[in-house]
């Protein structure tokens, strides 16, 4: 992987200037390398990564394991591309193993998701089944750590 997408996926918020002196380029060479991989697809987006415990953001989060039936010329894909495309789908996966497809979904309440799982996934024509599992708690999500590291933390020793 280049060097400069290393850094941006690492830490999107380096400034050009910030880049280019830790690449030996100049603002320029970085602002259109940027530039050149936005338009060819290759930087898709830019994301903060949010505490939301601290926010108070209490969203419900499931991740559901879908077999689907392949369809003849299409394959997997045009049935994982209609799931992908509902506004609660966060993240769509083709998986090897006992599923075939890791959907990744957000909802503001319990009913939220379980609606979305009854109601629009499960009457797909060519899904089997779903199993759902809620998201409790993040520990780390993309490779950070959610909780603040402790320190050297001994017990105390009593006499």
Do not use: W
Not at 53 to 63: F, M, P, Y
Not at 85 to 95: A, P, Q, T
């Amino acid at each position: 992987m280049d060097s400069l997408l290393k850094l941006l996926h690492e830490n999107a918020a380096l400034k050009p200037a910030q880049l280019a002196a830790m690449l030996n380029l100049t603002e320029a060479e970085v602002v259109s390398k940027i530039k050149a991989y936005e338009r060819d697809h290759v930087i898709l987006g830019y994301r903060t990564l949010l505490n939301e415990e601290k926010l108070g953001v209490d969203l419900v989060r499931a991740v559901i394991e879908v077999k689907i039936t392949p369809e003849r010329e299409g394959g997997f894909n045009r049935l994982a591309d209609r799931i992908a495309r509902y506004d609660e789908v966060k993240s769509c996966y083709l998986m090897s193993g006992g599923y075939d497809l890791l959907v990744i979904v957000e909802g503001d309440n319990l009913r939220e998701v379980a609606s979305f799982v009854s109601e629009k996934l499960a009457t797909i024509q060519g899904v089997v089944s779903t199993a759902t599992h809620f998201m409790l708690k993040p520990y780390k999500e993309q490779g950070v750590l959610m909780t603040k590291e402790a320190g050297d933390e001994r017990l105390a020793v009593s006499p």
